[in-house]
């Protein structure tokens, strides 16, 4: 977010519950104009109500949202500005592509020939020049989506909401889809948050990602720092994959301890913390380097090769680093080969200090 | 369009924050309107008759005392005993008819599935006096086959049973058929794989998937039976139950009161059964899953050919009666001199209101099906997408479910006891087509809410938000998408308040004024006048408007869905 300019949308301690459920606990949060902002989460953490409420379509119990400075909190829906698409598109099945679009566009402003060039501009924006006539049901799950996008744009609003635009669709699609998203929104500059679940799409075309968890932001902040510095456990767990284990800081320079049989790593984020303090540890597995043994620096370790996954570009090895301890790590499968890391093998692993994440635990 | 303003933000007209509010309060106002319908219509003449129950002849307080009249006068016990066996009796018979009947639509390969389902519905088009005519025709003094009985008249507990079975026949059947045809195929993949026989698969997977249907059905047919008004009064003789006592004690007696009395003792089976219907379609509707895999039978000659025998055997009982009903009404002098005439259709001879009735019919219904359809359907809409579910969305949607568990007899004179009131100033409307067209919109709310309920729930539950985000009034939402998907179901309620409006006799008997009597009214009176052959000719009238009405929905659907429809296909 630019530091100087005004947030487009400001959202203050929104809360709102459904009978005792809190499906949102004072959630705050800015969105700068022309920004990408994306709320990942698990299902059922709040994403779509927090979207609702922006849209107005279920209004907060509590708190305050601004729009470009005006305090849209008590408004309706239609005196809001803002196109959205849902998770189903609810695109109207009875009406032709081209009514869909242009369904918004009516009132003195809009006179017929008006209209008919917006939608003309607007579907071949998303291009579907070709099936304006067809109804919903003739068109695949993509191109439904896109005349869902087509006719939240039509207006022109200032804020575009996407809740899970892509969840109906199949791999490919939604990998080409998001891209296609994020080109049109940088193109047109509109101001827009997509809900979804799914990590990839949220760190892949995003300018800042919203991690949420029971209602609550977990962290705010851009896919790098959110994927390379959780600022708790529940993030460095939910975003990417990782080995989790507890250890114990055993000297202040950001030495850990785990486990009965005394193995050491070092991690840099645990320096300062007072020695004996119990932390969580999260290692992802593209971090873990392997080497032959004996042929590793330092700061390395012996491990065992438990279970090998082939992924395509690369394969997933599961290691065992003493008794109880588990890693994974990821490496080309030529790599893998040559170091002749099968089932059964012994390597030696290590871990630069400054990818190892490390929470103090509660208690 | 919103304007941009210089800095890139964007302003709304405060025009369009008016216009929003406004919409808001017009959804409401459609509530209101529903509220006050169904509170003039349903809850204040119920409030009446109960009322009226704890009161004496003069309007002072009696207490207990008419209800402690009913247990002490043995005839008025022994009509809700009647009552009550009479209807168990049916429900014994026609229930596992109407279990074999759906049966063999459902589940088997049977041949002419279509027109046996055809067959199983045309009791419903028919009043319920028809099939009691038909029985006269038969079994009656001068009857054919009069003999079949060996000695035991058909006025009375047989000829009840034997005319109830026929209108009941069609409701439980319906029933069964859905309850049936909405099974999971993958069970029965199951127990196949299992190795369980036809005889334990039966017993162990279709038994049990039908018992809810089952008891919708047997609490369906038994309700019907005891509020059943029409088919006692015609065939049963002086042989007294529940629904004719209350005729009796008002329009014979004029003892309203102890109507009332009765009024609520015919209230008791008719809520009890909708307590364990809603019950039954609870559990139903828990058991079955959205990925149910649809059962698809496979030929079998053993089961097929006997429950097409059955199939028959039940279609011709069930044409036959009308078939008799129609005949007997184009009989010159039944059973002495068979040839034909129209002389029975010149109604005028017979009753003073002559083919008027039937106008009067037509018009009734005509407006209660326009009138209803749009109440309704706007209600059930704005119940489940207009607006924002409050404290007088919650009531509306109970109330409209309770018309179903008040017979039409005990309606009609809570209706008259209410309009009649010497202090209401609605009383003017007592006797005119407004209040027919009234009682009946309220009489058969509760199906026509249901299906309009189901119908809207299919669509996308992000319609209306869909619309406010694109700042289209949710009832233009409704009129553009909601209105033209639905149409069908649409049709569908138009129907079925036009058909029962035209058949009722129950509600209206207590309502019509000189200028007002329906054509069924016209078939209770003309029989009560021995002109059995008059009866039944304005019976046969009756079902001729319903069977037109039904084929004119049939025609035109297929138009409606090219209108309407076109965007269903692929
Ligand atoms: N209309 C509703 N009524 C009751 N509970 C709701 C409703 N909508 C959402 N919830 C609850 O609020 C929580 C958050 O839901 P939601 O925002 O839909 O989650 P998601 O992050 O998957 O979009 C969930 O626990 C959900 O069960
Ligand atoms: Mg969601």
Redesign the pocket.
Known sequence: MASGAAPYLVVEEVSKA??T?M?LDGVSLTVAAGEFVSFL?P???????LLRAIAGLDPANSGRILQAGRDITALAPAARDFGIVFQSYALFPNLTVAENIAYGLRGPAWPKPRRASRVAELVELVGLTEHVRKFPAQLSGGQQQRVALARALANEPGLLLLDEPLSALDAIVRLHLRQEIRTLQQRLGVTTIM?THDQEEALGVSDRVVVMNHGRIAQIGRPEDIYRRPANPFVAGFVGRSATFIAWVEAAEGLLQAGQDGWRIAADAARGMPRGTRVEVFIRPEDVRLTRPGEGGAGSFPVTVRHWEFLGPVCRLTLAAGPQRQLEADLPPDAAHALGAMPGAALAAEVPPERVLVFAADA | MPETRPDGTVALPAAAQQRVAGDALLLRGGLWITASVLAIGLVLPLATLFVRAFEDRDGGFAGLENFGRYVTTPTLLAAAGNSLWIAAATTAIVVPVAFFYAYALTRSCMPMQALFRTVMLIPVLAPSLLPALALVYLFGNQGMLKGLLLGHSVYGPIGIVMAQCFYCFPHAAIIMAVALATTDARFYEAAEALRAGRGRIFATVTLPGARYGLVSAAVVVFTLVVTDFGIPKVIGGQFPVLATDVYKQVVGLQDFNMGAVVGLVLLLPAIGAYLLDRWAQGKRAATLSGRAVPYAPRPRRQRDLPLLVFCLGVASVLAGLLGVAAWGSVIRFWPYNLSLTLDNYDFARFDAAGWDSLLVSVRMAGLAAILGTVLIFCTAWLLERGTRPGRLGSILRFAATLPLAVPGLVLGLAFILFFNHPANPLGVLYGTLAILVLNSVVHFYTVAHLTAVTAIRQLDPEFEAASASLKVPAWLTCWRVTVPMCLPAILDIAVYLFVNTMTTVSAVIFLYGPDTKPASVAVVHMDEAGQASAAAAMAVAILGVTLSAKLLQLGTARLVERATQRWRRR
Do not use: E
């Not at chain 1, 299902?43 to 109500?49: E, L, N, P, R």
């Open positions: 459904f009978g459920v499906a989460g299902s059922g953490c709040g994403k779509t109500t809900v």
